[in-house]
């Protein structure tokens, strides 16, 4: 048995301050990523199962925000756009995708890709067998 637990901290929903869960498997596909990789203007994300072709090759499956924190002293840091510096997030466009040859690894090709601490990348995407493929991850480039 896998045993994991958390405790409550910033950017969370949780409703209690720490947790003991148990994960068990439940015989159903996990359609998660499981590599990640940044190449020039492209982020890599290799899944679990075969993706279905169109759905993964199309470029508004996909969503990209990056941004920056401000080291200081005190506890946290707001969100700071990359480009400019001021307060807030960005938006990385997507600008194609495309489908490699193991059927599980996609190449998301955006606009703009450039060294950030924080970036989003969230997709909607369909296994081959039909199931919905939707998450999100996130990385430092």
């Not at 075969?50 to 759905?55: I, N």
Request: hydrophobic share 40%; glycine share 12%; aromatic share 10%.
């Amino acid at each position: 048995a896998l045993y994991v637990c958390g405790l409550n901290g910033w950017q969370t929903a949780a409703k209690a301050d720490g947790s003991l869960q148990r994960v068990r498997p439940t015989g159903r596909p996990f359609d998660v990523p499981v590599a990640m990789a940044v190449e020039g203007d492209a982020v890599k994300l290799t899944f679990t199962r075969p993706l279905a072709a169109a759905p993964a090759a199309d470029p508004v499956r996909y969503r990209g925000t990056c941004w920056n924190y401000q080291w200081s002293g005190g506890y946290g840091s707001k969100r700071y756009r990359v480009g400019d510096g001021a307060e807030g997030t960005e938006t990385v466009p997507v600008r194609a995708a495309e489908l490699g040859a193991d059927g599980k690894t996609v190449t998301v090709r955006f606009d703009g890709l450039r060294p950030a601490m924080q970036m989003h990348v969230g997709y909607n995407l369909t296994a081959a067998d039909g199931r919905p493929v939707v998450g999100s991850v996130y990385l430092t480039i």
